[in-house]
């Protein structure tokens, strides 16, 4: 691409947003301040074009209000501080496959059920402080599931506290995978009750390997938009050594007079 300063119709065009939406993105922090001319048109340069091909991946990745944080926040990042942030929404990725890859093997458990209710261990079961962690969720969002009927743990000891036994385990997995993969809890509440009388596996199972999908589409764009947006911070980190390089340089009225 030229070095040439860009217009915003340029800039538009080779990003594929619309010309009011690189105004409102650079308003907003996403893009880098563009330069004015003296009669005060913008203009861009090629970083800014990676800087919106960056907010795009991120914002695939991890959706536009966390992308537009992410990118403000690393405005006077250093690079080592933008490898950190992506690394942790790949973190957060793999947790949501791993969610997923649990609840195909409940569903699959379930499947293999002959109707006979398997027996089952104090051993095998977990507090509600487990099973949360486990989940990667609130130990008030189980508490909520049980209210919506998604989860029915045992009681057990004088204070009544829960414990789950490895059915209400796959269910929750189950649970997480519909909710992450954007299911109402009346849907997922009805998915569980067919679960339940033996039929709908091909339809969840389905379910579950779009969400796997749809999570590895995310990756990808999220490892398309590390490059732009190492690009771009790369950028920002030079332009603010050249500002500090000529602040400390000596004014012209301060230099030496020659020796004779």
């Known amino acids: 691409m030229s070095e040439r300063a860009l217009r915003t119709s340029d800039v538009a065009r080779v990003s594929g947003y619309s010309v009011q939406q690189v105004r409102d993105l650079e308003r907003l922090g996403v893009l880098p301040p563009a330069a004015r001319s003296a009669n005060g048109y913008r203009g861009y340069a090629p970083v800014h074009v990676r800087a919106l091909h960056a907010y795009r991946g991120l914002a695939h990745a991890m959706g536009p209000v966390d992308a537009r944080r992410l990118l403000v926040e690393l405005g006077a990042g250093t690079l080592a501080d933008a490898a950190a942030a992506v690394g942790a929404v790949h973190v957060r990725l793999a947790r949501e496959r791993e969610e997923v890859l649990h609840a195909q093997q409940a569903l ?66 189950i649970v997480v995978a519909l909710r992450g993969a954007g299911h109402g809890i009346p849907a997922v509440r009805e998915t569980l009750r067919t679960l339940r009388r033996g039929g709908g596996l091909d339809e969840t199972s389905r379910v579950l390997r779009d969400r796997l999908d749809r999570i590895a589409d995310r990756s990808v764009a999220l490892l398309r938009a590390g490059s732009d947006l190492a690009a771009v911070v790369t950028h920002r980190a030079a332009a603010v050594h050249r500002t500090v390089q000529c602040a400390v340089l000596p004014a012209d009225d301060a230099a030496p007079p020659p020796r004779s």
Request: no cysteine; glycine share 8%.
């Open 108 to 173: 699959r458990a379930i499947g293999d059920e002959t109707g006979e209710d398997p027996p089952e261990h104090e051993g095998d079961a977990m507090t509600i402080t487990e099973l949360a962690e486990a989940l990667g969720v609130r130990t008030s969002t189980l508490r909520f599931w049980e209210d919506e009927r998604l989860l029915a743990p045992a009681r057990v000891t004088s204070l009544r506290a829960r414990r789950y036994g490895p059915d209400a385990v796959a269910a929750a997995r």
